[in-house]
């Protein structure tokens, strides 16, 4: 027994967050910095990114925020004034969101989420040049 209990791969780590994330059909959960939803205390936020949305949870996995991802418009990582301070901008329709990012990592924290948010985007066709041919 002691052999096989050798031979046998370790068991893969079982976390809270993979659970919520298979729950919503989330894809990846990546660090979505501090969010402040409207006049509440800024939160600590996990953007769980799934292809039909992406989830703004708090620590206690309670949603501060829910965006359809084939309504993104926009995901830009812009630097503050303050230094290591970065800025994850989401407009939406008619909505926007900020996520603050601090410290040494924030540059790279806002850029991967950036990076992350417009890839499920959903872009718009390419329109092409109508023939004179067809419109004759």
Known sequence: M?????????????TVSDDKARELGA??????GSYQPGN??????????????????DSHFQPLL???AAEITSANAIQAQAKNHWILQV?????????????????????VASSTLSGVMHSPLPMLPRSRAASA
């Open 2 to 14: 002691f052999l096989a209990a050798i031979l046998l791969p370790p068991p893969k780590p079982h």
């Open 27 to 32: 894809l990846v959960i990546i660090n979505g």
């Open 40 to 57: 509440g205390a800024p939160a600590p936020a996990q953007l769980f990114v799934g292809a039909e949305r992406i989830w703004a949870l």
């Open 66 to 68: 829910v965006i359809p």
């Open 91 to 111: 407009r939406w329709s008619d909505n926007s969101a900020e996520f603050c990012y601090q410290g040494v990592f924030a540059e790279h924290l806002a850029r």
